[in-house]
């Protein structure tokens, strides 16, 4: 059974960081594409980064790059979001999902509609 648990989340002044846990079980991180979303109150879900460790792909939005960076433990089986330089914009819950098992791209989707399972969600609040 896939279960993803996110953890890291927290209050955080503008210019802070913060490092985000997606723990992930009942499947192995290289051979599936692991994304981290992110939903403000009032806003759609928007992609933030993915990681594909087999196929060599990583992905971040432009309003990220330079300041977020994702990677992978794969003997805890736990991928992270690092996160520096926060706004009050990347105010958010953020998420990580990954596919099914049936998913055989080779790329990061970008799209959340490709995402089959989600975790629960970490808040982060960036505020003075």
């Known amino acids: 059974q896939v279960q993803l648990v996110e953890s890291g989340g927290g209050l955080v002044q503008p210019g802070g960081s913060l490092k985000l846990s997606c723990a992930a079980s009942g499947f192995t991180l290289d051979y599936r594409p692991i994304g981290w979303f992110r939903q403000a109150p009032g806003k759609e879900r928007e992609g933030v980064s993915c990681?594909?460790?087999?196929?060599?792909?990583?992905y971040y939005d432009d309003s990220v790059k330079g300041r977020f960076t994702i990677s992978r433990d794969n003997a805890k089986n736990t991928v992270y979001l690092q996160m520096n330089n926060l706004t009050p914009e990347d105010t958010a819950v953020y998420y990580c999902?990954?596919?099914?098992?049936?998913?055989?791209?080779?790329?990061?989707?970008?799209?959340?509609?490709?995402?089959?399972?989600w975790g629960q969600g970490t808040q982060v609040t960036v505020s003075s």
């Open positions: 999902a990954t596919v099914n098992q049936y998913w055989r791209g080779n790329y990061c989707p970008v799209s959340n509609y490709e995402y089959r399972h």
């Open positions: 990681m594909f460790a087999s196929a060599g792909r990583t």
